[in-house]
C-alpha cells in the first residue's frame, strides 16, 4: 500500500460509488461493495487501493497488482487478476483523477501550516479590514487597512494582504505571499511565496539615467484562477492586469504589467510575458515561453516550450522555435540545419558531401 501521509483522507468509496462517480462499467464478478481508501501506482498499490492503467507502458505490472480495483480501459481489462475489481472507462486516467479529487480533498489547495481556524493571535489584523465568517489567518499574517477577505479562504503564515485588497470567498493564499493592488474573485488559489500587484517594470531612459513611470493600476483575477509557487504578477501601468476565470499558472512565471491573459489557459513553468501581452481564451504555453511586449496570442493557440514569441500567433495556431513559428515551418528549417551541419562535418573530414 502507499502511504502519503501529509494529507487527510475521507473514508473513501465503494467500488459501486466509483463506478457511479466516473461512469465507469464494473466487469463481471466485481466485488462492488468493497470499500478503497488510499490509491496507489499499479505496481505497488494495495488491497484498499484503486490504481489504473491507461497504456500498454504498464499493462505488463496489471497481471501482478495487488491492488483492490483498477480503471481500465476494455483493451487492457481482461490482463487484471481475478481478485482486483475491474471498472471499465474510455479514459481511465481521468476517471481515476475524478476519484483521488475525492478521498484527498485536502490536496487540492494550500492548508493551514498551523492546523488552525479563525484568526491566530500573532496575526496582525487592521481594524478596518473586514473578514467575513469562517476565514482563517495563520500565525505572521499581515492583512491591510480596508482589505475585505471573503468566508471560507485561507491566509497563509507571514502572507502579506495590502491596503483596499479585495480577495473572494473560498481561496487560499499560501505563506509568504503578498497581494497587493489587487482585487481576487472566489476559488483563487495561490501557491506559497507568489507576489501579486507590486510595480511593473518601467522606466525611460534619458540622458541622466533611468526615470521610473508610476504603476497606478490593479491586479484583476478572476474566479477559479490557480498560481503556482514563485511567479510573479505585476499590476498595471495605465490599465489593469487581467488573469481571466480558470486559468491555471505554473511554478515560476513572470507576468509583466497590462497582460491580458483569458480564461482558460495553461501557462507552464518559468513562462515570461513582458508588458501589455494579450493572451486569448484556452492558449497553452510550454514551459520557458517569452513573449515580447504588445503581441497577442490568439484563442486556442500553443506554443512549444522554449518558445520566443515575437509577432502575434493566430488564433488556433501551433508554434515553436525562436523566433516562434508554425511547427511545420519550425521543423523543416531544423532539418535543413541538420543537413547542412552533417555536410559540414563531412568536408572537413574529407569524406564525400551527403546530398
Not at 496582525?124 to 473578514?131: D, E, I
Amino acid at each position: 500500500m502507499t502511504e502519503f501521509s501529509f494529507f487527510s483522507r475521507s473514508a473513501g468509496l465503494s467500488v459501486a460509488e466509483i463506478a457511479s462517480l466516473t461512469g465507469a462499467e464494473p466487469c463481471a464478478g466485481a466485488d462492488l461493495s468493497r470499500r478503497l481508501t488510499g490509491i496507489g501506482p499499479v505496481d505497488r498499490a494495495g488491497a484498499n487501493d484503486l490504481t489504473f492503467v491507461k497504456d500498454a507502458k504498464f499493462a505488463h505490472a496489471l497481471a501482478a497488482t495487488g491492488a483492490g480495483a483498477v480503471l481500465t480501459s476494455e483493451r487492457f481489462a481482461s490482463r487484471a487478476p481475478g481478485s482486483v475489481a475491474v471498472l471499465r472507462v474510455r479514459k481511465p486516467y481521468d476517471a481515476f483523477v475524478k476519484v483521488v479529487r475525492e478521498i484527498y480533498r485536502s490536496a487540492l489547495r494550500p492548508t493551514s501550516v498551523f492546523a488552525s481556524k479563525g484568526v491566530s493571535p500573532s496575526a496582525a489584523v487592521h481594524p478596518s479590514a473586514q473578514l467575513e465568517p469562517d476565514v482563517t489567518v495563520d500565525p505572521f499574517a499581515v492583512i491591510g487597512p480596508s482589505a475585505k477577505i471573503g468566508s471560507g479562504t485561507l491566509i497563509g503564515a507571514h502572507a502579506v494582504i495590502g491596503e483596499h485588497v479585495r480577495i473572494g470567498k473560498n481561496c487560499a493564499i499560501g505563506a509568504h505571499c503578498t497581494v497587493t493592488h489587487a482585487h481576487l474573485g472566489d476559488g483563487v488559489v495561490i501557491h506559497p511565496g507568489c507576489h501579486i500587484g507590486q510595480d511593473g517594470f518601467g522606466y525611460v531612459s534619458t540622458a541622466e539615467g533611468h526615470v521610473k513611470i508610476p504603476q497606478i493600476g490593479r491586479v484583476v483575477i478572476d474566479n477559479d484562477v490557480e498560481i503556482g509557487s514563485g511567479t510573479r504578477v505585476d499590476r498595471g501601468g495605465m490599465r489593469d492586469t487581467v488573469i481571466g476565470e480558470g486559468t491555471k499558472i505554473d511554478n515560476l512565471c513572470q507576468i509583466g504589467h497590462n497582460c491580458i491573459i483569458g480564461r482558460h489557459c495553461i501557462i507552464v513553468a518559468q513562462s515570461g510575458f513582458s508588458g501589455s501581452v494579450t493572451i486569448e481564451d484556452f492558449v497553452v504555453l510550454g514551459a520557458r515561453t517569452g513573449i515580447v511586449p504588445h503581441v497577442t496570442v490568439g484563442k486556442g493557440a500553443m506554443l512549444a516550450a522554449r518558445s520566443s514569441v515575437y509577432e502575434d500567433v493566430p488564433a488556433g495556431a501551433v508554434w515553436g522555435g525562436i523566433p516562434a513559428k508554425p511547427t511545420r515551418e519550425w521543423m523543416r528549417e531544423l532539418v535543413v540545419l541538420q543537413r547542412l551541419g552533417a555536410r559540414g562535418r563531412n568536408k572537413s573530414k574529407g569524406g564525400p558531401a551527403k546530398t
